[in-house]
């Protein structure tokens, strides 16, 4: 255990620039737009209610639903994708970057297994990225709301204890934690992908994890419509849990395909409506455990490949 929270510091150690500096940018430009709607807000001919004007109930509630209702799911797709990013930054350059530098040498002179090492990276990348992103849209919704209600406080009207008691407001943080399990299992297919490529190539490690598979793809398109044949929709499954498992939610967007089997045309629908109760019906279906087994065999796979290149 004490092995374990060494390594997991190591890797925030090694990736806290990142950490700080990503979570820093994504704040700063969620208050800077909170400012400037802050400001809008002041001019007469801008809003939609006049200074100091005593608002009704209905007034009062559209007001903040408008501010609260959808102010954090909004922020927090922003933080999404840069969590999209940072996920496949982090997990291209895992194995790849120590050997870059030589400093794998130094690791494997301390009393810690390869196995320890990998699982380290795995636990750190699908748990500390993912709550450090959401932790940091709260702090920049918390900070752009009280930004906003500053704005209509210098118009008389305080709205500050409506807004934070918003139901609106903290349930996307209850459905993300809510799906967090069902994200985590999901994700294993690429993440262990991308550690099995990063424990092979010491460069341009990202790019490869994409490109070949997409070439393996476009490779099978050409053989079967040389041979008049259709490509099984289990080569598009795979394709896409090898690349895309780290977007949150795709376990619902694949589940309805699946049952449509004609696209993309109700599926965002879907999962807006859906996501927060019917993520762990995930568990109930062979495709989520198949990834797992295939993450655990790459995982398998980079820490072999650790204990054999240096």
Not at 57 to 69: F, K, Y
Not at 220 to 229: A, D, G, I, R
Not at 239 to 255: D, E, I, K, M, T
Request: proline letters at 3%; a positive charge; aromatic letters at 12%.
């Amino acid at each position: 255990m004490k092995t374990m929270k060494f390594l997991l510091l190591r890797e925030w150690w090694e990736s806290r620039q990142l950490f700080i500096r990503t979570g820093l940018i994504l704040i700063a430009l969620s208050v800077v737009s909170a400012i400037i709607s802050a400001i809008v807000m002041q001019d007469p001919g801008a809003s939609r209610i006049l200074p100091g004007a005593v608002l009704t109930a209905e007034q009062l509630s559209n007001e903040v639903d408008g501010i609260a209702g959808h102010s954090l799911a909004g922020r927090m797709f922003g933080f999404c994708v840069a969590m999209i990013f940072f996920m496949y930054s982090y997990f291209s350059g895992a194995l790849s970057e120590e050997r870059k530098d030589h400093s794998i040498l130094f690791w494997k002179s301390l009393p810690v297994s390869d196995a320890q090492t990998v699982m380290a990276k795995v636990l750190f990348g699908v748990l500390a990225i993912p709550l450090f992103m959401l932790v940091a849209s709260i702090i920049s919704n918390i900070l752009a709301l009280s930004i906003l209600c500053i704005g209509h406080a210098l118009q008389g009207r305080w709205l500050f204890l409506s807004v934070f008691s918003h139901a609106g407001l903290w349930s996307p943080v209850l459905d993300t934690l809510r799906v967090f399990p069902v994200f985590i299992l999901w994700s294993l297919p690429t993440v262990g992908w991308l550690l099995l490529v990063s424990s092979v190539l010491t460069k341009r490690v990202g790019l490869w994890a994409v490109l070949g598979p997409v070439a393996v793809f476009l490779l099978l398109v050409l053989l079967c419509k040389s041979l008049n044949m259709t490509l099984d929709s289990f080569v598009y499954l795979w394709l896409g849990r090898l690349l895309f498992s780290l977007l949150p939610f795709s376990w619902l967007l694949n589940a309805e395909l699946l049952k449509q089997h004609n696209g993309f045309k109700n599926a965002l629908d879907s999962i807006v409506r859906s996501a927060p109760t019917d993520s762990w019906d995930t568990f109930l279906h062979l495709n989520i455990w198949c990834g797992v087994l295939v993450g655990a065999l790459f995982i398998y796979g980079a820490i072999r490949m650790r204990t054999y290149r240096e």
